[in-house]
């Protein structure tokens, strides 16, 4: 369970770090170093997406469309999703979000998100759910806009507490299952879908900084006001 860059003994900011064989991905051809450095986070998406077990034809709603969120978005519609939607309250990140050309990115503050998909899908709500903000209002949403037997992947980092109703997931059959990571033989297929032009995992680039501007850039980003995704640090 270490990742390196966040509970490994090497840091992602340095310039060299000594890794075991097994966590070695060659890139294929065509795959450039900005898709390759974006590997890792769609890894954590692409494992949401597969523990939701989302299906061709599926009705998919993505909750956050932070850098997983965006990327989850991505993976739902490459595992052949036919609907998206993407709730998101930060105006900014939802003009990012629909940008992607993947979703229909919606204001959970404007419009009831759960009454929209079930009007949308004729009375019935989303196949699954992708929960990736982390946070009780995007849990709640998830679960409120999912169908009867319906599917809700925590794939967010959820480090607080929630307030939930076990007889609604009861009433409505529903599976909730919670993800970590990913296996990291993913690497490998993940590569070869992004060498195939079945990921365009560089769409959600925002912002691309020197190493010396990387401390600015986590700011901007833990802020929660920003209109950036992914920040991608180049040295």
Not at 56 to 71: E, K, N, Q, S
Not at 122 to 127: P, T, W
Not at 147 to 156: D, N, V
Not at 161 to 179: F, R
């Amino acid at each position: 369970m270490g990742c390196v860059g966040l509970s490994h003994a090497w840091g992602g900011m340095a310039e060299l770090a000594t890794v075991a064989e097994y966590q070695v991905v060659r890139l294929p051809d065509g795959v450039t170093y900005q898709q390759g450095a974006l590997i890792e986070p769609t890894a954590v998406a692409a494992y949401g997406v597969e523990r939701g077990g989302v299906k061709p034809g599926d009705r998919v709603l993505v909750t956050g469309a932070g850098p997983i969120g965006a990327l989850a978005a991505l993976c739902a519609r490459g595992a052949g999703a036919s609907v998206v939607y993407i709730s998101e309250p930060n105006a900014a990140r939802r003009a990012r979000a629909e940008a992607l050309g993947v979703a229909t990115v919606l204001d959970p503050g404007a419009v009831d998100v759960p009454e929209l998909l079930r009007r949308d899908g004729d009375g019935l709500g989303a196949d699954v759910a992708i929960e990736c903000s982390g946070h009780p209002n995007g849990f709640a949403t998830a679960i409120s806009s999912l169908r009867r037997r319906g599917t809700l992947a925590q794939t967010g980092l959820f480090v607080g507490k929630a307030s939930v109703e076990p007889m609604l997931w009861s009433l409505n059959d529903l599976t909730i299952v919670g993800t970590w990571c990913y296996w990291v033989y993913d690497f490998d297929r993940i590569a070869a879908q992004i060498a195939a032009g079945d990921l365009p995992v560089e769409r959600v680039i925002t912002s691309n900084v020197g190493l010396e501007e990387a401390p600015d850039a986590f700011a901007r980003l833990a802020s929660g006001s920003s209109d950036e995704i992914k920040v991608l640090v180049e040295q």
